[in-house]
T-cell receptor, first 110, second 112 residues
């Protein structure tokens, strides 16, 4: 079935360092979504990318959709302790649902 | 409307018992989804409603699971004859069209 993979599984950074997580699919995606889940919380929608090569920014977060629409990345500049959590990418499944990747868990050391 | 509401927040049940969870989506959203999440994993799709119609159901979903969305408003997810492997966080999400999901806080099920 449809799968999306993410690397790394875990990332520990010092506060102020940058962070990047990568999402890959074996098939072309019509769009991709990113979510953040804080420890003990529920996933919160961050953004949806639709166009090939699209780059979108939200303050210190930069999201990119690959030219072939098979991969995506999320980059955080100058991490803060508030960035702690697990970041999930999600691609369309078979039908109207989305398939979530396993997530990248980010910890930020103050 | 403050978002997606799920009840109860926690449920502990004995193996073999039936449980039912409720989800109240954002009222303007016509799409409602149920997902299941276990520790360290991403949410796993269970089923999808558009208004009151259940349009999709995961092939991995056991026959012990059933969901309803009467009148296209709130939804219930029932698990019959619970097993220890059913222990997980059950997340409900709603959306308008095919845009990003708004998740509820989930119901954490523990089967003992």
């Amino acid at each position: 079935g449809q799968q999306v993979m993410q690397i790394p599984q875990y990332q520990h950074v010092q506060e102020g360092e940058d962070f990047t997580t990568y999402c890959n699919s074996s098939t072309t995606l019509s769009n991709i979504q990113w979510y953040k889940q804080r420890p003990g919380g529920h996933p919160v929608f961050l953004i949806q990318l639709v166009k090939s090569g699209e780059v979108k920014k939200q303050k210190r977060l930069t999201f990119q959709f690959g030219e072939a629409k098979k991969n995506s990345s999320l980059h955080i500049t100058a991490t803060q302790t508030t960035d702690v959590g697990t970041y999930f990418c999600a691609g369309p499944g078979y039908g109207q649902n989305f398939v979530f990747g396993p997530g990248t868990r980010l910890s930020v050391l103050p | 409307d403050t978002g997606v509401s799920q009840n109860p927040r926690h449920k502990i049940t004995k193996r073999g018992q039936n449980v039912t969870f409720r989800c109240d989506p954002i009222s303007e959203h016509n799409r409602l989804y149920w997902y299941r999440q276990t520790l360290g994993q991403g949410p796993e799709f269970l089923t999808y409603f558009q208004n009151e119609a259940q349009l999709e159901k995961s092939r991995l979903l056991s026959d012990r699971f059933s969901a309803e969305r009467p009148k296209g408003s709130f939804s219930t997810l029932e698990i019959q004859r619970t097993e220890q492997g059913d222990s997980a966080m059950y997340l409900c999400a709603s959306s308008q069209m095919a845009y990003g999901y708004t998740f509820g806080s989930g119901t954490r099920l523990t089967v003992v």
